[in-house]
């Protein structure tokens, strides 16, 4: 006994070193499997509550729409009885009102349009850039 080398015992059993890798193979697929079925089921809960938000807003907008149409109507109503004058002129009155608005809005839109958006960070990649060709230079001028 005292010569007798004592055989390695695996902890894991007899099943070997390709079996462990194997069962640790299956085990990281289980557990990917469990994890992408969880992710599956919490994005189409997901889905459902962006589209009722969406559909919330959608239908917000479409009210909005409406009650506006119908605030201007009532005010063109007012001031034509309060005036004692045809509905149309004052109705057309307003039309032209909200082209003027709407004209103002795009003329807006579009000296916004010619503005950089993103100047700061334009300016420090060009500081970067500046900095790379210099690094550059002075590594070629140490070699």
Known sequence: MAGETMRFR????HAGLL???VSLLSSLVGFLESRVALFAKESKTALVHVLVLVGCLVGAAILALFGYVFLVASVVAGLAHAL???WVKIALGAALLHFLLAFVCVMI???RM???MFEMTGVELKKDREWLKNLDKE???TN
């Open 139 to 141: 590594n070629r001028s």
């Open 19 to 21: 079996h462990n890798l």
């Open 84 to 86: 004692q004058t045809s």
């Open 10 to 13: 695996n902890p894991a059993g």
């Open 109 to 111: 839109a579009r000296s």
């Open 114 to 116: 010619h503005k950089s």
